[in-house]
C-alpha cells in the first residue's frame, strides 16, 4: 500500500504490482469510501494486466459506487465467467441498484443452490435490498437463512431491524428476546430492545433494558445517555442527572449532556443549578441554542428578566426562527414593563409560527390591558380557532367582546365560561363593570 502511494506523489518508479495486489488496494480504496483513487488503482492493474477479468470486475464494483450502475451492469454481464459468487453477487447487487428486483432474485436463487456458505450469503443478500429499503425481500433472504440455522443471531439482527422499519414492533421486540435468550450478554441485544421501547414511549421498559447494557458493559456511554434520556421521560430527575454525569465521564459530546442536566434542574424547580450547566454547556459551544433558551428559562424563573432578555438577544442574533425564544423575550419585556417591545415579540413569534394558541392568548390578554379591544378580539379568535379549549379563552373572548359592546357574541362566550368555572363571571363584572346591568339582567332571564 505504501509502495503504491509513494508512486503516486513520486515520478520514480517503485516497480510492478501484480493483480491481487492492486485488487487489494482498489478494495482498500473502496472500503474507505474513495471511489476516485479506487478507479485509479483499477485503470493501472488493467494498464498492467489488460486480460485480468478479475480487475475488470472490480471496475465495475468501482462504477456502482460511483452511481453508474448502467456501466458496472455491462462490464459484469461481459466479463462474469463461470458465475463465481463474487461475481453473481456482485451482478444480483447491480440489478437491483436498477431496480430489477426479479432479475436480481434469479440470479441469488441460482447463487444459494448448494452454497456451502448459505446463511452468510443470505445475509449478504439482504444487506443488498437494506441498502435499498426493500424490508420485504431482505426479509425473505434473512428467513431463508433462518431456515437453515434459527440460532443465527446476525440474522436475527437484520431481521429484527427490519420489522422495526415497517413498524411491527411487537415482532422486533420478540426477536430481540429470543437473541437475549440464547446470549444473556449481548449487550447489542439489549440496547437494541431499548431503543425499541424508547421510540413506543415505553420508558419504563427501556430503562431495563438499557440497565442490563451498562451492566454489562459499564463504560458504553451510549447506553448511559440513552438510559439518562429515559428516565427524564419518566420524571425520574435525579437518577436521569445521574446516568448524564456518567455520560459526561465517557462521552465525547458533553455540550449535549450539560443541556439535559440543566433541563433535569429546571425541571425540579432547581434554577440556580440549572443556570449553572447551561452556562457550563455554553463553554463547550457559545451558540448552543438549547443552552441559550435553557439559560433564558432559568432569569426569566429567576425573575432577573435584563440577563433573561441579554440572551434570549444573543441567541435571536444565531438564530432567529425559533419562536420560543421571542416568546420568553416578550415574557422578560412585560417584567421589565417593555410593553411595546413585547408586542413585537409576540407578533414575530406568531409569523415564524402562527399556530401558537397560548402564545396568542397572552398576545390578546397584553392587548386587552393596553384597551385595543378590536386587536384583542382578531388575537383572541384566532386562538380560539386553532384550540377552542385553551385556558382563559372563552372568558377573554367575553370581556373582549363587552368593551366593544357586542352582547350578541359576548354572552354565548361568558354561558362557556361559566360552565367552566365559579370565577367567571365575578372576573368579568369586576373588568367590564360597565356591562354589568346587560350581563346581570341576562343572567336574571335564564334563572
Given at each position: 500500500m505504501r509502495r503504491y502511494e509513494q508512486r503516486n506523489v513520486s515520478s520514480s518508479d517503485f516497480g510492478y504490482f501484480d493483480v491481487e495486489e492492486l485488487e487489494l488496494i482498489?478494495?482498500?480504496?473502496?472500503?474507505?469510501?474513495?471511489?476516485?483513487?479506487?478507479?485509479n488503482a483499477v485503470e493501472l492493474g488493467l494498464k498492467l494486466h489488460p486480460a485480468s477479468t478479475a480487475l475488470h470486475i472490480h471496475r465495475a464494483k468501482v462504477y456502482l459506487a460511483m452511481g453508474e450502475n448502467e456501466k458496472a451492469l455491462k462490464i459484469v454481464e461481459t466479463y462474469r465467467e463461470g458465475h463465481d459468487s463474487e461475481t453473481d453477487l456482485l451482478h444480483g447487487g447491480i440489478l437491483v441498484k436498477l431496480g430489477r428486483y426479479d432479475e436480481a432474485d434469479e440470479i441469488f436463487k441460482r447463487l444459494l443452490?448448494?452454497?456451502?456458505?448459505?446463511?452468510?450469503?443470505?445475509?449478504?443478500?439482504?444487506?443488498?435490498?437494506?441498502?435499498?429499503?426493500?424490508?420485504?425481500?431482505?426479509?425473505?433472504?434473512l428467513q431463508l437463512g433462518l431456515e437453515r440455522n434459527s440460532r443465527n443471531n446476525d440474522l436475527l439482527f437484520e431481521l429484527a431491524f427490519c420489522y422495526e422499519q415497517i413498524g411491527e414492533t411487537s415482532k422486533s421486540i420478540?426477536?430481540?428476546?429470543?437473541?437475549?435468550?440464547?446470549?444473556?450478554?449481548?449487550?447489542?441485544?439489549?440496547?437494541?430492545?431499548?431503543?425499541?421501547?424508547?421510540?413506543?414511549?415505553?420508558?419504563?421498559?427501556?430503562?431495563?433494558?438499557?440497565?442490563?447494557?451498562?451492566?454489562?458493559?459499564?463504560?458504553?456511554?451510549?447506553?448511559?445517555?440513552?438510559k439518562a434520556h429515559a428516565l427524564f421521560q419518566t420524571g425520574k430527575y435525579e437518577a436521569a442527572i445521574e446516568s448524564y454525569q456518567v455520560y459526561l465521564q465517557l462521552g465525547n459530546n458533553k455540550n449535549v449532556a450539560l443541556v439535559f442536566i440543566g433541563e433535569c434542574y429546571e425541571k425540579l424547580g432547581d434554577y440556580d443549578n440549572a443556570i449553572a450547566y447551561y452556562k457550563m454547556s455554553l463553554e463547550e459551544d457559545d451558540k448552543s441554542m438549547d443552552a441559550l433558551i435553557g439559560l433564558t428559562i432559568g432569569y426569566l424563573e429567576?425573575?432577573?428578566?435584563?440577563?433573561?432578555?441579554?440572551?434570549?438577544e444573543k441567541a435571536i442574533s444565531i438564530n432567529n426562527t425559533i419562536p420560543e425564544i421571542w416568546v420568553y423575550l416578550a415574557e422578560?419585556?412585560?417584567?421589565?414593563?417593555?410593553?411595546?417591545?413585547?408586542?413585537?415579540?409576540?407578533?414575530?413569534?406568531?409569523?415564524?409560527?402562527?399556530?401558537?394558541?397560548?402564545?396568542?392568548?397572552?398576545?390578546?390578554?397584553?392587548?386587552?390591558?393596553?384597551?385595543?379591544?378590536?386587536?384583542?378580539?382578531?388575537?383572541?379568535?384566532?386562538?380560539?380557532?386553532?384550540?377552542?379549549d385553551i385556558e382563559n379563552i372563552h372568558l377573554l373572548l367575553a370581556m373582549t367582546y363587552c368593551k366593544l359592546n357586542d352582547y350578541k357574541m359576548a354572552i354565548p362566550f361568558l354561558e362557556q365560561a361559566m360552565?367552566?368555572?365559579?370565577?367567571?363571571?365575578?372576573?368579568?363584572?369586576?373588568?367590564?363593570p360597565e356591562s354589568s346591568h346587560i350581563i346581570n339582567n341576562y343572567i336574571y332571564l335564564m334563572q
Open positions: 482498489a478494495d482498500y480504496y473502496l472500503e474507505k469510501g474513495r471511489p476516485k483513487e479506487s478507479s443452490k448448494d452454497n456451502f456458505d448459505y446463511e452468510y450469503t443470505c445475509l449478504d443478500i439482504a444487506y443488498i435490498y437494506l441498502t435499498e429499503q426493500a424490508y420485504g425481500r431482505s426479509m425473505h433472504y420478540d426477536i430481540y428476546n429470543r437473541i437475549i435468550d440464547s446470549d444473556p450478554y449481548s449487550a447489542e441485544a439489549w440496547f437494541n430492545l431499548g431503543q425499541v421501547y424508547f421510540a413506543l414511549d415505553n420508558y419504563q421498559k427501556a430503562v431495563e433494558a438499557y440497565d442490563f447494557v451498562t451492566i454489562i458493559s459499564d463504560k458504553d456511554y451510549t447506553a448511559w445517555v440513552q429567576k425573575n432577573a428578566y435584563q440577563q433573561a432578555i441579554e440572551t434570549a422578560a419585556q412585560i417584567n421589565l414593563n417593555q410593553v411595546d417591545d413585547a408586542i413585537k415579540s409576540y407578533y414575530r413569534a406568531i409569523e415564524i409560527e402562527p399556530c401558537q394558541p397560548e402564545t396568542l392568548v397572552a398576545l390578546g390578554i397584553l392587548l386587552f390591558d393596553l384597551q385595543e379591544y378590536e386587536k384583542a378580539k382578531e388575537i383572541s379568535m384566532k386562538a380560539y380557532e386553532i384550540d377552542k360552565r367552566l368555572s365559579d370565577k367567571a363571571l365575578p372576573s368579568l363584572l369586576e373588568i367590564c
